[in-house]
């Protein structure tokens, strides 16, 4: 019997302890409290492990390793309060709203604010409307979705330079681009690495499935911490992190196609032009006396068989269309995978990145290849470690492009080519051979002259390759939760690679027997930075942080020049050929700071802040080489006092003032700076007096104001207004010295910029119900950039064919031109009005006596976006809608295909250019064309503001079409969608030209803005 008894304790003990060890089930459901909607994506974490899971699109989650020994489920999701509940088999879990959380936290200057204590301006943009712009480069990623940020292209090239304008234009001559930081590092991001002759971007190496969000410090009180380079703006670019919960893999593709954006480039037919031909001829005759009337100038041009020396074809019945056989719908593809997870200790991310981008043009294309890796460890209760690491490489291939804005029409330039070919030409000989005198001058076919490096027929290519590796490591310490130190040590390499060829049978190489060469650029930045942070509360109510910090940056640029001309056949590299050139130089320069900020505030009603920044940089003499930077700003919010609570419309309002000082540095690395050069006197070396020395050179220093309010109405609408005011000082120019100095000009500091604007954001939840839901979000900004003061007044005129204008009280980017008065509907001849002033003086044909004037601007008055997205149960639909009024662009491109006859035989003109006047009483658009502009009053094409045109437009920027499939098993997420960027423009006012410009208003003869169509996928398990 004792026996059988402690033979059935034994199995009762060794049961407990199976049941014990055994794990149990649990699955559930997440609703959100306010409107009942399940929650996709919450975080379900069993307390004390690492078990976890977030929910699937029905808000279920299921755990089927739960210990039996656990008790608590912690469930939480961003802007609800976090849940820990009794672990149940079945559990349903409402989590409500958090006010403190809904409260966005923004990434700023040194470190994180609230939005409801801010009292600086800044606007975020979060990883969704990052990802769905350009792909191959993230500053694109700002147009229309940011009140006061201008963003512009020059050319569509990808992986092209991007232009970024934060609250108008700081600089006339220095830097007008803001400052990047990412993940608390200054990035390079400037242009000193590009190829004098193509447009780059440093920023395409930075992948923006990367990135988690981007902030924009816009006023002093945001940006003045970093003192002397935060005069235009500052972007603060945030990576991915890990989080906590079981490690998510995650795939987002997409495939599809770019294409010219706006049609245009639209040429004459063969019928048009052959019209034009015998009309510019005829004309030709009768302005030199050699015909009497149009019908004898006719006759002769029908017997000297004139149509035929311009044409291949006269009888026009070959018409080919040149724009097709050059631009090209090209493919666009983009694939990114990533893993994020962790634990409380540990947590880590990590992408793998692959872009490739066609371009429009034949043998152009980008593409990058990037990976990164996110570690951040807790040691301990007090001290955290991270580590962040990418690695980037990107190939640009293409040719050269119009980025220094300089005259003139590159003949081997895809547009160049274009323009020069005939349209009766055939593409192809009758045996099937390209035919290889389509063209004008040196242009033969497209198929003969374009493509990439590793084409057989390109006569002329430019490939750039860059790698960058970007290391941020980051220690923190914290001492009885009031006292948190920040180290940040940074490493910013970028090998930069540039290799040009001209084959010695091209165009351009024919006259240098070929040439080929090889830039490099390898830039290293060193950065350091360490913050000791205080914080504190007293009686509740006061809440005090203050910052104390120093800074060290060192830049190193070398350079590194080849040249080889004279080739003795058609291979690329530079041994074929005889050398021309060689050179090196090698560029340094540092900067040390130190910093302080203090945040006070009064039981979460009355904002107080102040900040201080003191650099000392070696572009400047050691004279002048310190300055400091300050900003005070505060705010009281108006929703705490007794007389505004609990009322709906005043869910949260607050007023807010700031003012202050940045600075912005000249872009030359030795600008105050005696240099001499090396240099050769016939076979003997020699040194020359390159530079004259001003030790007086400074900073461009701006004095910023800000006030605006923000408004949340019944927890639904926001409205935030904000009125800057940016008065510059200390600009950078050359200064014409005296002859006997032996130089034309030095740097010196004169003159001043006056920007200021109303910017207005409105976001609104419009609907949300169970299976829908509209949300909205409008950005209007006015804006003024004027120039107040110049060098002893007086008026600049610059750019090709001095067609700008420097003039105190005008805008910057002022068009300063004589003023076109159309045509003499009598004669046909070309009019300009004598005073653009005063139109009563009445008009003259004679371009010399035309008076010149202001008669555009490119900087528009008002600019904006209006974003709207929809959900219905598993599809979602989101559409960007910009606008810009009041600008206007220079049309150089219409210059040369708007020429009256002047370049007749080597370029055509445009379709809409057969406007043209023909017989007495013809309205037409354009004067009579007369062959190499031999006529009585000369040439009418010139510069004017028949150039002049408006970039006003309404465009539809973005539209993106999604469904989320409902799977359930083994995948989180499973969502397919459609994106087209730039898909047309709702309307314009000037018809055929893309209005998308530079900044300057400058078109440039290059690669137009693309449209792209994309069929994409996210998965996550």
């Known amino acids: 019997?004792?026996?059988?008894?402690?033979?059935?304790?034994?199995?009762?003990?060794?049961?407990?302890?199976?049941?014990?060890?055994?794990?149990?089930?649990?699955?559930?459901?997440?609703?959100?409290?306010?409107?009942?909607?399940?929650?996709?994506?919450?975080?379900?974490?069993?307390?004390?492990?690492?078990?976890?899971?977030?929910?699937?699109?029905?808000?279920?989650?299921?755990?089927?390793?739960?210990?039996?020994?656990?008790?608590?489920?912690?469930?939480?999701?961003?802007?609800?309060?976090?849940?820990?509940?009794?672990?149940?088999?079945?559990?349903?879990?409402?989590?409500?709203?958090?006010?403190?959380?809904?409260?966005?936290?923004?990434?700023?200057?040194?470190?994180?604010?609230?939005?409801?204590?801010?009292?600086?301006?800044?606007?975020?943009?979060?990883?969704?409307?990052?990802?769905?712009?350009?792909?191959?480069?993230?500053?694109?990623?700002?147009?229309?979705?940011?009140?006061?940020?201008?963003?512009?292209?020059?050319?569509?090239?990808?992986?092209?330079?991007?232009?970024?304008?934060?609250?108008?234009?700081?600089?006339?001559?220095?830097?007008?681009?803001?400052?990047?930081?990412?993940?608390?590092?200054?990035?390079?991001?400037?242009?000193?690495?590009?190829?004098?002759?193509?447009?780059?971007?440093?920023?395409?190496?930075?992948?923006?499935?990367?990135?988690?969000?981007?902030?924009?410090?816009?006023?002093?009180?945001?940006?003045?911490?970093?003192?002397?380079?935060?005069?235009?703006?500052?972007?603060?670019?945030?990576?991915?992190?890990?989080?906590?919960?079981?490690?998510?893999?995650?795939?987002?593709?997409?495939?599809?196609?770019?294409?010219?954006?706006?049609?245009?480039?639209?040429?004459?037919?063969?019928?048009?032009?052959?019209?034009?031909?015998?009309?510019?001829?005829?004309?030709?005759?009768?302005?030199?006396?050699?015909?009497?009337?149009?019908?004898?100038?006719?006759?002769?041009?029908?017997?000297?068989?004139?149509?035929?020396?311009?044409?291949?074809?006269?009888?026009?019945?070959?018409?080919?269309?040149?724009?097709?056989?050059?631009?090209?719908?090209?493919?666009t593809q983009n694939h990114q995978v990533s893993l994020?997870?962790?634990?409380?200790?540990?947590?880590?991310?990590?992408?793998?990145?692959?872009?490739?981008?066609?371009?429009?043009?034949?043998?152009?294309?980008?593409?990058?290849?990037?990976?990164?890796?996110?570690?951040?460890?807790?040691?301990?209760?007090?001290?955290?470690?991270?580590?962040?690491?990418?690695?980037?490489?990107?190939?640009?291939?293409?040719?050269?492009?119009?980025?220094?804005?300089?005259?003139?029409?590159?003949?081997?330039?895809?547009?160049?080519?274009?323009?020069?070919?005939d349209p009766t030409a055939p593409v192809k000989n009758e045996d099937g051979t390209y035919n290889a005198n389509a063209g004008y001058g040196q242009v033969s076919n497209p198929h003969l002259m374009l493509g990439g490096k590793d084409s057989d027929t390109a006569m002329e290519w430019i490939q750039s390759k860059m790698f960058r590796s970007l290391t941020n490591a980051e220690l923190s310490l914290h001492f009885l939760d009031k006292i948190f130190f920040k180290s940040i040590f940074g490493y910013d390499y970028i090998d930069n690679k540039h290799f040009e060829y001209w084959d010695r049978n091209g165009v351009n190489g024919a006259s240098v027997g070929g040439m080929g060469s090889r830039y490099t650029f390898q830039n290293s930045t060193l950065t350091s930075s360490n913050t000791l942070t205080y914080t504190d509360t007293f009686n509740d109510v006061h809440n005090l942080s203050v910052m104390g910090g120093f800074e060290l940056e060192d830049q190193n640029l070398l350079q590194i020049i080849t040249v080889a001309k004279n080739y003795s056949n058609s291979l690329p590299e530079l041994s074929n050929g005889q050398p021309d050139n060689a050179s090196s130089y090698d560029y340094g320069s540092a900067m040390m700071s130190y910093f302080g900020n203090l945040n006070y505030n009064f039981d979460d009603k009355y904002y107080f802040s102040a900040s201080f920044r003191r650099d000392g940089s070696s572009r400047l003499s050691k004279d002048n080489r310190w300055a400091n930077f300050w900003s005070v700003s505060g705010a009281w919010r108006l929703s705490k006092e007794s007389f505004m609570e609990d009322m709906p419309l005043f869910t949260d309002f607050k007023v807010k003032a700031s003012y202050g000082t940045n600075g912005n540095l000249p872009t030359g690395y030795y600008g105050y700076m005696d240099l001499y050069a090396g240099a050769g006197y016939g076979n003997n070396p020699a040194i020359y007096w390159s530079q004259l020395a001003n030790s007086k050179l400074t900073w461009e220093k701006s004095n910023n104001l800000n006030v605006g309010f923000e408004w949340n109405m019944f927890g639904k609408v926001t409205l935030s207004a904000e009125y800057y005011l940016k008065n510059t000082t200390d600009l950078l120019f050359q200064v014409p010295t005296a002859f006997e100095t032996?130089?034309?000009?030095?740097?010196?500091?004169?003159?001043?910029?006056?920007?200021?604007?109303?910017?207005?954001?409105?976001?609104?939840?419009?609907?949300?119900?169970?299976?829908?839901?509209?949300?909205?979000?409008?950005?209007?900004?006015?804006?003024?950039?004027?120039?107040?003061?110049?060098?002893?007044?007086?008026?600049?005129?610059?750019?090709?064919?001095?067609?700008?204008?420097?003039?105190?009280?005008?805008?910057?980017?002022s068009f300063y031109l004589p003023e076109w008065a159309g045509v003499n509907p009598d004669n046909g001849e070309g009019l300009w009005y004598v005073d653009p002033a005063d139109h009563s003086k009445g008009t003259t044909n004679k371009y010399a006596e035309a008076g010149w004037g202001i008669v555009g601007k490119a900087l528009p008055d008002v600019m904006g976006g209006l974003t709207n997205t929809f959900t219905y149960k598993d599809f979602d639909l989101s559409f960007l809608i910009s606008y810009q009024f009041g600008g206007d662009m220079f049309d150089y491109p219409g210059y040369f295909t708007h020429n009256d006859g002047l370049r007749l035989g080597s370029i055509i003109p445009e379709a809409d250019a057969a406007d043209y006047w023909t017989k007495p009483g013809d309205n037409a658009a354009n004067p009579k064309p007369v062959y190499a502009a031999l006529s009585t009053q000369g040439r009418t094409d010139q510069f004017s503001s028949r150039q002049v045109k408006s970039t006003d437009n309404i465009r539809l920027r973005e539209v993106t079409v999604g469904y989320n499939i409902p799977v359930k098993k083994y995948i989180n997420r499973l969502r397919v969608y459609f994106r087209a960027n730039n898909p047309f423009l709702i309307w314009a006012k000037t018809d055929n030209v893309d209005p998308d410009v530079a900044i300057n208003g400058y078109r440039q003869v290059d690669t137009p803005q693309l449209k792209s169509c994309v069929f994409g996928v996210n998965l996550e398990f």
Do not use: C
């Open 1 to 331: 019997m004792k026996r059988k008894l402690m033979l059935l304790m034994t199995f009762l003990l060794i049961g407990i302890g199976l049941v014990n060890a055994q794990v149990s089930k649990v699955t559930g459901v997440v609703t959100s409290e306010e409107d009942g909607l399940p929650i996709v994506g919450a975080s379900v974490l069993v307390k004390g492990t690492t078990v976890g899971t977030v929910t699937d699109l029905d808000g279920n989650f299921t755990l089927t390793n739960v210990p039996s020994s656990a008790k608590t489920l912690v469930v939480s999701f961003i802007g609800l309060q976090t849940q820990e509940l009794e672990i149940k088999p079945i559990m349903k879990v409402v989590l409500k709203s958090d006010s403190e959380m809904l409260d966005e936290v923004m990434v700023v200057a040194y470190g994180t604010a609230k939005k409801s204590s801010f009292t600086g301006s800044a606007s975020t943009i979060k990883a969704e409307q990052i990802t769905s712009g350009s792909k191959e480069s993230l500053d694109k990623a700002f147009s229309g979705k940011m009140a006061g940020v201008r963003v512009a292209s020059a050319t569509g090239d990808p992986g092209s330079m991007g232009e970024m304008n934060i609250r108008g234009v700081g600089s006339i001559n220095g830097s007008k681009s803001p400052l990047y930081v990412i993940d608390g590092v200054v990035m390079k991001s400037d242009g000193d690495m590009n190829y004098y002759g193509k447009s780059q971007s440093v920023l395409s190496t930075l992948n923006p499935d990367d990135i988690e969000s981007m902030t924009v410090l816009k006023d002093a009180a945001a940006a003045s911490l970093y003192g002397s380079r935060a005069a235009n703006g500052v972007v603060i670019i945030t990576t991915k992190s890990g989080k906590d919960g079981k490690t998510r893999v995650s795939y987002n593709g997409e495939v599809g196609w770019n294409k010219m954006a706006v049609d245009q480039y639209n040429l004459m037919s063969a019928q048009d032009y052959i019209g034009y031909v015998r009309e510019s001829v005829a004309n030709y005759y009768l302005e030199n006396g050699y015909a009497s009337s149009k019908d004898d100038a006719y006759a002769l041009v029908e017997s000297e068989g004139d149509v035929a020396a311009f044409v291949n074809d006269p009888s026009g019945n070959t018409n080919t269309n040149w724009k097709d056989e050059i631009y090209r719908t090209a493919v």
């Open 340 to 421: 994020n997870g962790g634990n409380q200790s540990t947590k880590f991310y990590a992408g793998v990145g692959y872009n490739k981008s066609e371009g429009i043009v034949l043998g152009s294309d980008f593409q990058r290849i990037s990976a990164r890796v996110n570690v951040d460890q807790k040691i301990n209760n007090w001290a955290d470690f991270s580590v962040k690491q990418m690695i980037a490489s990107t190939t640009q291939n293409g040719f050269r492009d119009q980025n220094d804005q300089a005259q003139g029409l590159g003949t081997s330039s895809p547009l160049g080519i274009l323009f020069a070919l």
């Open 742 to 813: 032996g130089f034309s000009s030095r740097w010196n500091n004169l003159g001043q910029l006056k920007n200021d604007g109303v910017e207005i954001e409105v976001n609104s939840q419009n609907i949300t119900t169970k299976d829908f839901s509209w949300t909205t979000n409008f950005n209007l900004t006015y804006q003024r950039a004027i120039v107040d003061k110049l060098p002893e007044g007086k008026d600049i005129q610059y750019g090709d064919g001095q067609m700008y204008i420097h003039r105190e009280g005008e805008s910057m980017y």
